[in-house]
């Protein structure tokens, strides 16, 4: 079974789950995930796991992801991105005194930890429910806020019409950050509404767009180059070098001991001495308890 992470820059109009499909038919391989969903209008990184690999996707979901965004002030949509429909527009006067500094400012409060409401298009449950067809159903939806860290909202360009301002913004931010309601909440704050027109992610950990191939691409049949499971580790986890007695250990479940002076939080890649992948290990109690285990037809 070939494994490993294969990085895709999602066109417009494909869903993540269409792109998991031509993968599988492209790689002739079943066992296929991705690492968080794009809306079908954006673009950019979608990263997929195959075979073993899918075992580590979590770990790249909750990483920090990049996307380039266009907001437009001026009016607001029921999806708090341009697919919705437009359910208020401010008047042209309103939109002319929306200065620089005040957008700004209003993003620069919306920086660090922060409490967000999620889109209520969005997937999350409401007893047991994706929220979205909730609203599909013509039932009004408000999910409660949840916590979220931005690390940072970078202006890269504003630009005006008589009727609209759009703002076009560089934002790095934690697994569950919604970026439409970036938009949405930017609206509200200047009253004037605001939704999201344009995404691209750039980011999903250390994965980017470089070396990337396209879904249309794969859907033109353009081969893909799988990422090497130990490769892809060596990226997202410290690694430890294991000797053969500490081989033995983990693949019978036991810990084996850290090799350096310190034990910190992070998890470690347990690579052999032949550069293959063995397992995740969690430090815990002073020493290294295999989390995840691969078998021997994934170890490279």
Do not use: W
Not at 93 to 100: S, V
Not at 212 to 231: A, C, F, H, R, W
Not at 249 to 256: D, K, L, P, S
């Amino acid at each position: 079974m070939r494994s490993g992470f294969l990085v895709i820059d999602k066109d417009q109009d494909f869903t993540s789950h269409d792109v998991v499909a031509l993968a599988r038919k492209s790689l002739k391989e079943k066992r296929i995930g991705h690492a968080g969903t794009l809306d079908p209008m954006a673009t950019g990184v979608l990263v997929l796991g195959v075979g073993h690999a899918t075992r580590l996707l979590s770990f790249i979901t909750d990483g920090s992801k990049t996307y380039l965004a266009k907001i437009r002030l001026g009016s607001a949509t029921n999806t708090d991105d341009a697919q919705g429909e437009i359910i208020s527009v401010a008047q042209p006067e309103k939109i002319a005194t929306i200065t620089d500094l005040q957008i700004t400012d209003e993003l620069a409060k919306r920086t660090g930890d922060i409490l967000q409401r999620p889109s209520s298009v969005s997937a999350i449950k409401v007893d047991g429910v994706r929220s979205y067809k909730r609203v599909r159903d013509g039932e009004a939806v408000e999910l409660e806020a949840r916590p979220v860290h931005i690390s940072s909202q970078k202006i890269l360009k504003i630009s005006r019409a008589d009727d609209f301002v759009d703002v076009e913004i560089e934002v790095t931010c934690s697994a569950g950050t919604y970026i439409r309601a970036i938009a949405r909440d930017l609206g509200d704050v200047l009253n004037v509404g605001g939704h999201l027109t344009q995404l691209r992610r750039t980011h999903v950990g250390t994965f980017t767009i470089d070396n990337s191939i396209t879904s249309t691409e794969l859907k033109n049949g353009k081969e893909p180059k799988v990422m090497q499971l130990v490769d892809a580790v060596r990226s997202l986890f410290r690694v430890r070098e294991i000797n053969d007695d500490e081989e033995i250990a983990i693949f019978h479940g036991r810990a084996i001991n850290e090799n350096s002076e310190n034990v910190n939080s992070d998890r470690h890649a347990a690579i052999n001495s032949v550069g293959e992948v063995i397992a995740i290990l969690e430090p815990r109690d002073g020493r290294l308890h295999p989390s995840i285990v691969f078998p021997r037809d994934a170890a490279k």
